[in-house]
């Protein structure tokens, strides 16, 4: 089974950046199809974004133009840039790849 850690959360202001990392135990040189999810206390968890088997990038509306996915195929590692975090933002962000989840960073975005 795939092993996913996710690393880079933590407190920041609203209007704020974070960098998540999520280091894969195997190659994803060859897979496209990879996401970030959250979830909030006393919410389920949702899709924040990803890559669909064609490549093409989707991301809930309310992070558009905010977040942006990425990989670094030399690293095995996924990426979850978030800028101008809002309060809303905060929540557990897990990675999914292959099938298998990380267990999680938490976000917490307050003044």
């Known amino acids: 089974q795939v092993h996913l850690v996710e690393s880079g959360g933590g407190f920041v202001q609203p209007g704020g950046s974070l960098n998540l990392s999520c280091a894969v135990s195997e190659s994803i040189s060859s897979v496209n199809t990879m996401a970030w999810y959250r979830q909030a206390p006393g919410k389920q968890r949702e899709l924040v974004a990803g890559?669909?088997?064609?490549?093409?990038?989707i991301a809930a509306d309310s992070v558009k133009g905010r977040f942006a996915i990425s990989k670094d195929n030399a690293k095995n590692t996924i990426y979850l840039l978030m800028e101008n975090l809002k309060p809303e933002d905060t929540a557990v962000y897990y990675c999914s790849i292959k099938g298998s989840w990380g267990q999680g960073t938490q976000v917490t975005v307050s003044s």
């Open positions: 890559t669909t088997t064609s490549g093409r990038l």
